[in-house]
T-cell receptor, first 116, second 112 residues
Framework: AQKITQTQPGMFVQEKEAVTLDCTYD???????LFWYKQPSSGEMIFLIY??????QNATEGRYSLNFQKARKSANLVISASQLGDSAMYFC?????????????FGAGTRLAVHP | GAGVSQSPSNKVTEKGKDVELRCDPI?????LYWYRQRLGQGLEFLIY????????KSGLPSDRFSAERTGESVSTLTIQRTQQEDSAVYLC??????????FGPGTRLLVL
């Protein structure tokens, strides 16, 4: 069965420091994609970064990078130089790319608080 | 270009009434998805459309829930005889084929 696990319900970080949000996944399918979304208090889901299972290099998008360790089935999000506006819920999600699957499977989320 | 839009943004209804939630996907996106998010929880998949057909309805929680999509564009999620446990945020997303799903702002449904 496919599953996403986010073990940190809440995280704190000081402004300008880096923070890592953990995500582990479970699938037996070799072809999948991993996503991180940010959900501020306003409720919208904002796409941050994507990593494909066959991608050789870790994905980066500005201050966001994905620490992809395939053997450990982990896809942690690293936010560098945290800003107050980074305070939000963060969701890790997986999409199976083979066959007829099209639904994103979400973790329970991690609430990040950035302190000044 | 315009993102995914949803209406209404908020809906309060009485138990037993029917509600319709609307989603306008990003123009050109072939796939459309509905998810539900209960308070403090992650997103649960409800249904997926490819074009106007729904190859995966596995997440619909009961036969009170139905959805349709017309013109490979707008989709409507209908909940009949609403119950208090239906209170949640209903999020719509769209994508081109299996690429990144982009979400709308959601409809916050409260059933009294």
């Amino acid at each position: 069965a496919q599953k996403i696990t986010q073990t940190q319900p809440g995280m704190f970080v000081q402004e300008k420091e880096a923070v890592t949000l953990d995500c582990t996944y479970d699938t037996s399918d070799p072809s999948y994609g991993l996503f991180w979304y940010k959900q501020p208090s306003s409720g919208e889901m904002i796409f941050l970064i994507y990593q494909g299972s066959y991608d050789q290099q870790n994905a980066t998008e500005g201050r966001y990078s994905l620490n992809f360790q395939k053997a450990r089935k982990s896809a942690n999000l690293v936010i560098s130089a945290s800003q107050l506006g980074d305070s939000a819920m963060y969701f890790c999600a997986m999409l199976i790319l083979s066959g007829g699957y099209n639904k994103l499977i979400f973790g329970a989320g991690t609430r990040l608080a950035v302190h000044p | 270009g315009a993102g995914v839009s949803q209406s209404p943004s908020n809906k309060v209804t009485e138990k037993g009434k029917d509600v319709e939630l609307r989603c306008d996907p990003i123009s050109g996106h072939t796939a459309l998805y509905w998810y539900r998010q209960r308070l403090g929880q992650g997103l649960e998949f409800l249904i997926y459309f490819q074009g106007n057909s729904a190859p995966d309805k596995s997440g619909l929680p009961s036969d009170r829930f139905s959805a349709e999509r017309t013109g490979e564009s707008v989709s409507t999620l209908t909940i009949q005889r609403t119950q208090q446990e239906d209170s949640a945020v209903y999020l719509c997303a769209s994508s081109f084929l299996k690429e990144t799903q982009y979400f709308g702002p959601g409809t916050r449904l409260l059933v009294l």
